[in-house]
Every structure is written in C-alpha cells, then in structure tokens.
C-alpha cells in the first residue's frame, strides 16, 4: 500500500510539474505576443497622422523612404493586400496590426527583409487571382465607384500584370489608349482579362472563342490586334 501511495504521490508530482511548465510557457509566449504588438504599434504611431489617426499619403512616403522601395512599388501593394486596407492610401492601426503580425515584422529592418517573401506568396497562383482582384478594389476610391478610368487602369495593368504578361499587357494598354467606345473599366472587364492571359494562346489567339462569355472589350481587343497582324 506504500508503494501505491508513493507512486501515486510521484505522478501527483510530475503532473504538477508539467502543468508549472505549461503555465510558464504560456506566460512567457503571452508577454512575447504583447511586446511584440507594443512595437508594432510604436512602429504604426511613428509614421501615422496624430490627427487622423491613420497612416496618410505623406506618412507612406516616409515608410517607402525608410524601406528603400518608390510609393509606386508593387510591393507597396501586396503590403496593402496583407493588411486587407481598404482606402487607398491610407492605413489603419488594425490594418497594419493585422499585416505585420502576419508578417511577423515589429521592426522596419524585419518589415523590409518580409517583402521578398511577401511578394513570394503573393505570386503564387491561388493568392495572386485574389491579389489581382484587390487591385482592383483598392483603387475605387468613391462611394459606390465600381469603375476605373482608362488612364489608371493602364497604369495598375502595368503594376500588377506587367511582370508576368509583358506582351499581352503591353498590347492591351494600347488599345485601351486608342479606342474610343470604353472610358471606363469594371471588375468583369477587369477579371476577364486576367482569365485572358491564363488561358487564350498569344499572340495567335487560336483558342480565343467569341461564343464563349468573354466580356465585349476582350472580342474588341483580338479584332484590333488581328487587324495590325494582317
């Protein structure tokens, strides 16, 4: 009967002493999590508007200067993307908890070393349709607004698309600066596009099919470059 209490009394002991170890690193890893949200606040304030409460246009540029990458980046973007900011331009303090948590980067030196990775995963093809059509979101910019002007939708095709679909992107820009029926670009013409450069052969558009639900600016578009090929 001893033995049975002294092992008893032993297990008692051990389970104690997990259960102390268990408390101890929930402590430890709880006061990490708040250090750790503390500086990515303290990095928020420093270049957030006292008056606004947000990080501004100018308080962007300040954070573009101190990463070493233009206002214009794309990066600058896939950070918006992250954070899942809704205006453009300006960031709140739960967007950027949001997104440098996600990031783990409480320091401007950890938040630079985090943009090739950023840019990593956003790249990846079940992220990037998702990123593509943020784009799009983040630069509507009035109540109700669900078109963009040709001029800006040039200019973000070139940003995000660019890269990936030189050609396609290139060619499209400038139809869209030389025709005359569209002054404006919705998400389905927007979307339509993308699902154009993933799927119909270029140049030859030899499985480009004008039956299928393609938006009108796309039969526009194959028309206009069929026309300058012959």
């Known amino acids: 009967m001893r033995r049975a209490s002294s092992k008893k009394a032993s297990s008692n002991s051990t389970t104690s002493t997990n259960s102390s170890a268990m408390d101890l690193f929930r402590s430890a890893t709880g006061k990490a999590a708040t250090k750790e949200l503390e500086r990515i606040d303290q990095l928020f304030y420093s270049y ?3 008056s606004s409460g947000m990080i501004d246009p100018e308080g962007i540029e300040y954070l573009c200067s101190d990463l070493e990458v233009e206002h214009t980046d794309v990066r600058i973007l896939m950070l918006a993307w992250k954070m899942q900011a809704e205006k453009q331009g300006y960031f709140t303090l739960e967007e950027w908890r949001k ?3 996600a990031l783990h980067a409480d320091t401007i030196v950890k938040l630079k070393k985090a943009l090739p990775e950023l840019e990593n995963e956003v790249r990846r093809p079940s992220n990037y349709v998702e990123f593509y059509s943020y784009a799009f ?16 939708i040039c200019e973000l095709l070139e940003l995000v698309l660019g890269s990936q679909f030189p050609q396609q992107v290139d060619l499209f820009v400038q139809y869209l600066k030389t025709q005359v029926d569209y002054k404006v670009i919705n998400m389905d013409q927007w979307m339509g596009f993308y699902r154009f450069c993933n799927e119909i052969s270029f140049p030859d558009f030899n499985n480009y099919d004008e039956e299928l639900a393609w938006p009108l600016i796309l039969d526009n578009f194959v028309d206009w470059v069929k026309s300058k090929q012959s």
């Open 99 to 101: 997104g440098l948590k």
């Open 137 to 152: 979101r983040y630069c509507l910019t009035e109540e109700k607004q669900k078109s963009i002007d040709i001029e800006s």
């Open 48 to 50: 957030s508007n006292e």
